[in-house]
T-cell receptor, first 116, second 114 residues
């Protein structure tokens, strides 16, 4: 039973264009969502997050959108750069309110390739 | 560097041997987590400490696995009688009291059981 799903295993985008990575979740208790970037043989690097009380959070080239009714979030990268090529993981937690668990549930990841 | 530190980075062991990994979290972080990642999967939660107390354990954490955080600082993860299925990347993460849901990960320990 996968509670966090990233249905696209891979995505290729031209440099300078927008990259959109998608994530769906099933657990209504999740109230905090995070995106991590991972290079081979390294640990995940935190990118950006959003709580369930917001629908958008922006940090430089990265924007995360949350649609609670659809249980869907997306990460937009604009403009995409070759250095953005990595595996991106979506993760969810039920710990933001303090009532649930702090553990993160991850999707399987989407491999982004930015073509120069 | 004040990030999460894990040691060793790589470990090759024979089946049946015991192994121990160490994690040093970011110094002001009171929460520490262990995750395991296998090829093609996202990290999977194993266990979580708040200070020295182990508050959550996953069903993935069999009797052969034990984790400790004796003084609320560094943590160790021990696997006894290793099996080939234990081969994975073991990731440690920590989070602060103020932003408890944002976990910062170490580089991981790659375990290969032969």
């Amino acid at each position: 039973d996968q509670q966090v799903k990233q249905n696209s295993p891979s995505l290729s985008v031209q440099e300078g264009r927008i990259s959109i990575l998608n994530c769906d979740y099933t657990n209504s208790m999740f109230d905090y969502f995070l995106w991590y970037k991972k290079y081979p043989a390294e640990g995940p690097t935190f990118l950006i997050s959003i709580s369930s009380i917001k629908d958008k959070n922006e940090d430089g080239r990265f924007t995360v959108f949350l649609n609670k009714s659809a249980k869907h979030l997306s990460l937009h990268i604009v403009p995409s750069q070759p250095g953005d090529s990595a595996v991106y993981f979506c993760a969810a937690s039920a710990g933001y309110s303090g009532a649930g668990s702090y553990q993160l549930t991850f999707g399987k990841g989407t491999k982004l390739s930015v073509i120069p | 560097d004040t990030g999460v530190s894990q040691d060793p980075r790589h470990k090759i062991t024979k089946r049946g041997q015991n192994v121990t990994f160490r994690c040093d979290p970011i110094s002001e972080h009171n929460r520490l987590y262990w995750y395991r990642q296998t090829l093609g999967q996202g990290p999977e939660f194993l266990t979580y400490f708040q200070n020295e107390a182990q508050l959550e354990k996953s069903r993935l954490l069999s009797d052969r696995f034990s984790a400790e955080r004796p003084k609320g600082s560094f943590s160790t993860l021990e696997i006894q009688r290793t099996e080939q299925g234990d081969s994975a990347m073991y990731l440690c993460a920590s989070s602060s009291p103020l932003r408890g849901t944002e976990a910062f990960f170490g580089q991981g320990t790659r375990l290969t059981v032969v």
